[in-house]
């Protein structure tokens, strides 16, 4: 017999109040450079960036006796606090049964290739204690009666490692994780943009930030310097690369300042696409139930006509409507998946509609429409693992909108509280851009190529092709934990941050990128970055288009640093900053894919690599598609991995073989015991990016 849970429950699920910020502490320092007078602030560790890694960072430096100061953009911005899915998952260690295997959940989550084999390993084992203390913190996730997690299957995940608050996990993370560090006093400051890193050698000094409230006459951009000897980087995804982007509105991440103060990156090449309701209304992942509930799905074009598209790809309404279904735990692309009439045949003919001028909706009050030529809809004729999954969950109801309700109300709940009621009418999604599994590469213990830089959560570069639903929520607890425990072990070593003369330098350089004669607008820039990087390295991607790409992405950095960027006020400057970084970005994502593809690359993860002489050849229920021929992933690229780094030409690129864990370092404890002890762990052999 289900039980009806009150409505006051799934509110508390769905709408996630965030703690109430206490007054800015301000500083009393201030600093003349340039010509500007701005606010000096310090701290031991300068951490960009307030979401769910971010935080997790702070509260455990802060726990150390490290003096850690947050400077977020938005303190509730970014993906954590404002993204979500039907059943927002986080991936860790199953506690149901037996018990897991570390090594088999390291291998599952290096599954994809083009992975560190010890930072998978630590994803695994690290899962435990991330997910155990954000439980101790308040963390709501759901029990059985004798204490073990509720778990489900998700994306690249056999054995069904996920579990989940509800669509707002990663809020609750943030919310549970801002708690604390607030109970720890630890200070965030609020729209607080960092701009530039004062890097000098092997030795940090501290940022440029901009603050609005620091604006003043002798400071129009609102600039202000935090002095610190060590940065922790965890300013999240570069969510406004892409025009077609699930990611919410606002969210620029570090690439861009990592590649200034030059960072290695690595794994651009790599990235999430899926189905999702975009974020010029409200963005949000359509995984999990909204797809099990299996809605009809069809498009509109410019004269008004409905269009039953999918039923052009798959042979038979039960084959169409199961794969509906498993989108639900294949939620990203995956271009071997366009095979066989497997789940991304989806995807592909979802973007296909889109790239063809049409609309594309779901309708949860009808069922798939029939498939030329068979019978309808029948719940009783779908692939056994489907009538499997919907006979155990009840989810019998003759209506797409009844079974999702049963399954899951908070997903109906959910788009009603951004006015959108998919009970009663039907809803617009796309296919779009929603995760960097590349970024930032950093060593085991979350240290990028600079030694007083880190990073982690999605600024870091620790997935590879393929990511289980989960683990990126996860990967940020886990290195972020890493990173403070780093961070504290060394701090000792560190020599004291002296920003003045370097901010001397970088400052005029960076006010030189605020709008000259001559100059793009901010506007302008946006539009050319996104519409090449949803045009050209989207989930289909061709060589030379892909080449063709780089170059005007070339050209407009050029623009860029000979002229700025326009600004029509001075409160827009830290955004043309962010711009700027965003085109540097692009390009750098670019140059790696084209690097990738010339040097003979398949299709893997999120992009299909298409080539008339491929021989990945995906077939619809009306023939072939030759269009989207593509060629397979190549063996040898799961073992590498594609490394971009500045330099004065554009991007050095070179590849390296991706770590790996011998036996021989397998742990014993009488032998490693000392190492622990004497803080001998910090200083592994194994640890450089
Ligand atoms: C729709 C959607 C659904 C998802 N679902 C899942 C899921 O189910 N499971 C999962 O594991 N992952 C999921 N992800 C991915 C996951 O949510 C993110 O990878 C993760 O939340 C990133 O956390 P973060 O702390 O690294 O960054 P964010 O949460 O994005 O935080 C970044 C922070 O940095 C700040 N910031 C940015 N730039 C700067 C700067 N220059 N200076 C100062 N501050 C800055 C921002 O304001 C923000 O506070 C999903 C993503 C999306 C878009």
């Known amino acids: 017999m289900p039980i009806q849970v009150p409505q006051h429950i799934l509110d508390a699920l769905t709408d996630v109040d965030m703690p109430r910020l206490p007054p800015d502490r301000g500083t009393s320092e201030t600093i003349n450079i340039s010509g500007l007078r701005l606010p000096l602030y310090r701290a031991d560790c300068l951490i960009a960036g307030s979401g769910a890694a971010g935080l997790r960072a702070a509260v455990e430096l802060a726990r150390r006796g490290i003096a850690v100061a947050v400077a977020s953009q938005s303190a509730w911005g970014g993906t954590s606090a404002c993204s979500g899915s039907d059943k927002q998952t986080i991936h860790t260690a199953n506690t149901a049964d037996r ?366 092709v393929t990511r289980p639903g989960g683990a990126a929520l996860n990967a940020g607890q886990v290195f972020g934990t890493r990173a403070a425990e780093h961070i504290a072990a060394t701090f000792a070593t560190q020599a004291p941050a002296e920003p003045d003369r370097f901010a001397e330098a970088a400052l005029p350089r960076l006010l030189a990128l605020i709008g000259r004669p001559g100059a793009p607008t901010l506007d302008a820039v946006r539009d050319e970055v996104q519409a090449r990087m949803s045009d050209a390295a989207g989930i289909l991607c061709d060589a030379a288009t892909v080449r063709r790409a780089v170059q005007d992405a070339r050209a407009l950095n050029a623009r860029i640093a000979d002229h700025g960027i326009a600004t029509d006020r001075p409160s827009e400057a830290a955004r043309a900053i962010q711009w700027q970084q965003m085109a540097l970005a692009s390009e750098a994502v670019l140059t790696a894919l084209d690097h990738y593809i010339a040097a003979g690359g398949g299709s893997r993860g999120a992009r299909a690599i298409l080539d008339p002489t491929g021989d990945g050849l995906p077939v619809s229920a009306q023939g072939p598609l030759e269009a989207v021929r593509f060629r397979r992933e190549r063996p040898e690229d799961r073992d590498r991995q594609i490394v971009l780094r500045r330099n004065d030409n554009g991007f050095r690129v070179t590849e390296r073989p991706t770590r790996s864990i011998t036996q021989a370092e397998r742990p014993f404890f009488e032998r490693d015991w000392p190492a622990w002890l004497t803080g001998a762990i910090y200083r592994t052999a194994s640890d450089r990016p």
């Open 99 to 464: 018990g897991d295997d570390f090594r088999a959940m390291a291998a599952a989550i290096g599954a994809g290739g083009a992975m560190d084999a010890d930072a998978a390993y630590i994803e695994s084992v690290g899962s435990v204690r991330s997910m155990a203390s954000l439980q101790y913190l308040g963390l709501p996730l759901p029990q059985d009666p004798l204490g073990g997690t509720l778990r489900y299957q998700t994306d690249h995940d056999d054995v069904g490692r996920a579990t989940s608050c509800g669509p707002r996990t990663s809020r609750l993370m943030v919310k549970v994780l801002a708690e604390e560090a607030l109970r720890l006093s630890v200070p965030i400051y609020n729209q607080t943009t960092v701009l530039r890193l004062l890097v000098d050698g092997d030795r940090l000094h501290g940022a440029i930030c901009a603050r609005p409230q620091a604006r003043a006459e002798g400071n129009p951009f609102g600039l202000c310097l935090f002095a610190a000897p060590v940065a922790v980087l965890a300013g999240g995804g570069p969510g406004e690369l892409y025009r077609d982007s699930v990611y919410p509105n606002g969210c620029f991440g570090t690439l861009g300042l990592a590649i200034e103060a030059g960072l290695d990156l690595v794994n651009l090449t790599e990235s999430q696409f899926g189905i999702g309701t975009r974020r010029d209304g409200f963005p949000w992942n359509l995984s999990g139930t909204y797809v099990q509930a299996m809605p009809h799905i069809y498009s509109v074009d410019a004269e008004g006509r409905e269009h039953p598209f999918l039923a052009d790809y798959y042979r038979s309404t039960q084959e169409l409507a199961s794969n509906i279904f498993r989108k639900g735990y294949q939620w990203p692309f995956h271009a071997t998946r366009m095979l066989d009439f497997g789940s991304s045949l989806v995807d592909l003919a979802i973007a296909r509609e889109t790239a063809a001028g049409r609309r594309v909706f779901m309708d949860f009050n009808r069922n798939p429409l029939a498939v030329a030529g068979d019978r309808a809809f029948d719940l009783d004729r779908l692939d056994p693992d489907v009538r499997g999954y919907l006979g155990t969950a009840g989810a019998t109801q003759a209506l797409p909108i009844d079974r999702l309700r049963h399954m899951n109300p908070l997903s109906i709940e959910l788009y009603r509280r951004y006015k959108i009621d998919i009970a009663a009418a039907p809803l617009e999604f796309a296919v779009n851009n929603q995760h960097m599994n590349g970024g930032i590469a950093v060593d085991i213990w979350g240290r990028s190529s600079h030694p007083a830089l880190y990073a982690i959560g999605e600024a870091a570069g620790t997935h590879g």
